[in-house]
């Protein structure tokens, strides 16, 4: 069996993309945002939701360039470096804040939640992993 090549392995990490675009399009729903927000102002309620979408935008944007442009990113250039840099830092800010920021113990109350949540977490391990690989062990 031989290992994947870097260029396989970016294209893999555009569908890592689309399984966390799966799982945030549920929490909406799974946090119950409807009820959960209606106590923030009607200002403060938009800005989170623009916020979330341009999250969401941004995620959407990792799985097309890494799905379509996977050779690129992996060529070993330095614009493909610093996309697989970017990608890997967005997924190691992101997990620093599940880490030392949120405290998730009030919602993993269900075996599915904390699954989901341990899941999401080796997740987004794998992609810094990946990206970090890419932008700094490649060599072209």
């Not at 893999?12 to 927000?37: C, K, S, T, Y």
């Not at 623009?50 to 990113?73: D, K, P, Q, R, W």
Request: charged letters at 10%.
């Amino acid at each position: 069996m031989t290992m994947p090549t870097t260029e396989q392995c970016v294209f893999i990490g555009g569908w890592l993309h689309i399984a966390v675009l799966m799982a945030a399009v549920q929490v909406p729903f799974v946090l119950d945002w409807r009820n959960e927000l209606k106590p923030l102002s009607p200002f403060l309620r938009q800005l989170f939701l623009v916020y979330s979408a341009f999250i969401l935008l941004t995620i959407i944007g990792f799985t097309l360039i890494s799905l379509l442009f996977a050779n690129e990113i992996a060529n070993g250039g330095t614009l493909g470096r610093a996309v697989a840099g970017f990608i890997g830092f967005f997924w190691l800010a992101r997990l620093g804040v599940q880490f030392f920021v949120f405290d998730a113990k009030p919602i993993l109350k269900t075996w599915w939640m904390r699954l989901g949540y341990h899941a999401l977490t080796m997740l987004f391990v794998g992609l810094i992993l990946l990206y970090a690989a890419t932008a700094f062990w490649v060599t072209g």
